[in-house]
């Protein structure tokens, strides 16, 4: 028993004594008036040994009668062996008491003892706005409707989208091969519309002046629009290229031979006759080569 008090009296005086080391923090608010919810910051500012370790209280802590906004810390820095820690408290204020006061803490860590020591109560005093209220509070009725601007329904708008996506996506993906299909043949059918009637207009103004430029006009309209068909470079191959290209057929020989005679040798193989003989046989392999791949198209489908 005399061992348990002489020991409870040794952990007095040693907590006396650590109290006596600890120098009282410092608190203050940044104004001496404040109004209801308005913010007011508190600063909390500790010097001590640089070998005491020191905690500011967090945002857990009761700062009654004020409500924490936000706190801020700041390095502890350290001179001639004594450390500052400095700390600031956003608070705000609802409670109606015309004056207000505020102490807090710092945690001193020593071993496995933790001292708390209060800064001197600071006080700030609340403004009051409002002097004089009649009892009862007279109610000011207002029926006045208020214009209220118009705001655009995103949320509506975003499912709209979504669901405007969606049905494309489901139409895509069983109609899409179709569509595709279709589109193919359509821009099929319009090139080979464009290219027979641009063909002719050549095909027909050679006939009636003769001219070799519109031979050489027909004959590299049919190479581009057999280049764009078979999506490969038959505009930039020669003559014998294109024969080989398309296995050797006598009449694209036969044809392109006579043409370029009238071009490079001005030459029309006895009679003009002949040369649009050519032209002819030129446009009737360009319609076939258009049927075989509008066939290849339609076989695509099937498949």
Known sequence: MRKSILLFLFCLLRLAAQAQQVQQPEGRFGSDTIKLGELVQYTLVHRHPAAQEVVMP???????????????????STKGGISTDSAVYT?????????QQLALPVYVLGGQDTLEVFSPAHVVHLQQLVQNVQEPLQVKADTTLVAVEERFNWPVMLLWVVASVTFLVLVWLIFGQSIRRRYKLYRLRKDHIYFASRFNSHKDRFEKSGAAASIEKAVSLWKNYLTKMERSAVNSFTTKEIVEFYDNDEEVNTALRICDKAIYGNLQSESEGETNLALGMLRRFAKDRYRT???????????
């Open 58 to 76: 967090a945002a857990n802590y009761n700062f009654s009668p004020f409500e924490l906004v936000r706190k801020d810390f700041y390095p502890t």
């Open 91 to 99: 608070l705000r204020t609802f409670e109606t008491h015309p004056t």
């Open 293 to 303: 791949h509008r066939e290849l198209i339609n076989n695509a489908r099937n498949k």
